[in-house]
């Protein structure tokens, strides 16, 4: 029978979430500080060749989706040379991608046509082109809105990212609701978490999964829908809607029971929680001359190591509390 990866809980591993560059256009203020972060060189990141020949190893051990994410994605050179590279893989079902969409209406019509290509995650935090400009840093608003409205029509499965900020966006969770009643679009408010490049902000209000779901009933009737086992979100439709609209318990972590994942960093670090400080450098490995079959090996006895959930992920860490960049790990 064919290797699977099946953590120490039961859980068979069947996404890894890659981040393909930590490099971003954007500067979000609950992503990294104002002057960035301090970036790996360029030799440190894994090649297109060293990211195919890890997905491919993880597919022939039952790993069907990957997410790209980063950093942001489109910001990596030749980005859509290494989605073409990928869908050569014939074991690979499905290829996600997360982007904050300021640099990708000119690639829409060749995503669209790449079959393994289904679903986009467009991160979006404002409605509001001053309020997006404050959180993001960058004058991008008109740019993504564009690329909302392009996804929102094409062939592409959307999602919209929202990250609810105390202080910043809460004040918009019911005009983003509104949205889906004519936009086809899965809107997710995910909670904010301290990867930030800083640690823990001071916050006045405590905006978890309740409180943002308290939120949204206070203006409309929300159904729950049953959604895959291992969905991050809890997903509501809204009579009359044609969108749909989800919350990411990202932080609160009561999702972690059916976690599938597994996470590569852009310098080969392999993640089995989001929380944890990772497990293994791959790119050492790779460039020591493993084989496939060393890797699998790896792999397969990585995945032992996944933790039950965030909270033990983040107990176990070396390195003290979360305060490292979301994009030095991929969203
Ligand atoms: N640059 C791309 C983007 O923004 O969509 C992909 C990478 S980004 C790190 C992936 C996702 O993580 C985005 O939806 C972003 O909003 C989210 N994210 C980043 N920092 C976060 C934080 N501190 N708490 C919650 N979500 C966060
Ligand atoms: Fe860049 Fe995405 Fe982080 Fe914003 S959330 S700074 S777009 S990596």
């Given at each position: 029978?064919k290797?699977q990866?099946?953590?120490n809980?039961?859980?068979?591993?069947q996404?890894?979430?890659?981040a393909?560059t930590d490099r971003c256009?954007?500067?979000c203020?609950?992503?990294?500080?104002?002057h960035?972060?301090?970036?790996?060189?360029?030799?440190?990141?894994?090649?297109?060749?060293e990211?195919?020949?890890v997905?491919?190893?993880l597919?022939?051990?039952?790993v069907?989706?990957?997410?790209?994410t980063?950093g942001e994605?489109?910001?990596?050179?030749?980005?859509?040379?290494?989605?073409?590279m990928?869908s050569?893989?014939?074991?690979?079902e499905?290829i996600n991608i997360?982007?904050?969409g300021?640099?990708?209406?000119?690639?829409?019509?060749?995503?669209?046509?790449m079959?393994?290509?289904?679903n986009i995650?467009?991160?979006?935090?404002s409605?509001?082109?001053?309020?997006?400009?404050?959180?993001?840093r960058?004058?991008?608003?008109?740019?993504?809105?564009k690329?909302f409205?392009?996804?929102?029509?094409?062939?592409?499965?959307?999602k919209?990212?929202?990250?609810?900020?105390?202080?910043?966006?809460?004040?918009?969770?019911?005009?983003?609701?509104a949205?889906?009643?004519?936009?086809?679009?899965?809107?997710?408010?995910?909670?904010?978490?301290p990867?930030?490049?800083k640690g823990?902000?001071?916050?006045?209000e405590?905006w978890?999964?309740?409180?943002?779901?308290?939120?949204?009933?206070?203006?409309?009737?929300?159904?729950?829908?049953v959604?895959?086992?291992?969905?991050?979100s809890?997903?509501?439709?809204i009579?009359?809607?044609?969108?749909?609209?989800?919350?990411?318990?990202?932080f609160?972590?009561?999702?972690?029971?059916?976690c599938?994942?597994?996470?590569?960093?852009?310098?080969?670090t392999?993640?089995?929680?989001?929380?944890?400080?990772?497990v293994?450098?791959?790119?050492d490995?790779?460039?020591?001359?493993?084989?496939?079959?060393?890797?699998?090996?790896?792999?397969l006895?990585l995945?032992?190591?996944?933790?039950?959930n965030?909270?033990?992920?983040?107990a176990n860490?070396?390195q003290?509390?979360?305060?490292?960049?979301?994009?030095?790990?991929?969203?």
């Amino acid at each position: 029978m064919k290797q699977q990866l099946i953590d120490n809980f039961g859980r068979q591993i069947q996404y890894v979430r890659l981040a393909v560059t930590d490099r971003c256009n954007l500067r979000c203020q609950y992503c990294m500080p104002a002057h960035g972060i301090e970036i790996a060189p360029r030799t440190d990141l894994l090649t297109f060749k060293e990211m195919y020949r890890v997905i491919r190893v993880l597919t022939e051990l039952g790993v069907t989706k990957v997410r790209l994410t980063g950093g942001e994605p489109f910001v990596r050179k030749d980005l859509i040379k290494f989605l073409e590279m990928l869908s050569f893989n014939d074991l690979l079902e499905t290829i996600n991608i997360t982007t904050n969409g300021a640099m990708i209406l000119q690639h829409i019509s060749t995503l669209e046509k790449m079959e393994k290509v289904q679903n986009i995650n467009l991160s979006i935090d404002s409605l509001q082109q001053e309020k997006f400009f404050k959180i993001t840093r960058r004058d991008v608003f008109p740019e993504v809105y564009k690329v909302f409205e392009a996804l929102e029509k094409s062939s592409l499965n959307l999602k919209l990212n929202v990250v609810v900020q105390a202080g910043f966006n809460t004040d918009e969770i019911v005009d983003f609701v509104a949205l889906t009643k004519d936009k086809n679009v899965a809107l997710r408010f995910i909670e904010e978490m301290p990867f930030n490049g800083k640690g823990q902000r001071e916050m006045k209000e405590n905006w978890s999964y309740k409180r943002i779901l308290e939120e949204i009933q206070s203006e409309f009737t929300v159904k729950p829908i049953v959604s895959e086992k291992s969905s991050t979100s809890r997903n509501f439709s809204i009579q009359g809607h044609k969108g749909s609209v989800g919350i990411i318990p990202a932080f609160t972590r009561t999702i972690c029971g059916d976690c599938n994942r597994i996470r590569i960093t852009p310098i080969g670090t392999f993640k089995n929680c989001l929380f944890d400080d990772g497990v293994f450098n791959i790119r050492d490995f790779l460039r020591n001359g493993a084989s496939n079959e060393d890797l699998k090996e790896l792999f397969l006895s990585l995945v032992k190591e996944k933790p039950k959930n965030g909270f033990m992920a983040e107990a176990n860490r070396s390195q003290g509390r979360v305060s490292e960049s979301m994009s030095t790990i991929g969203g």
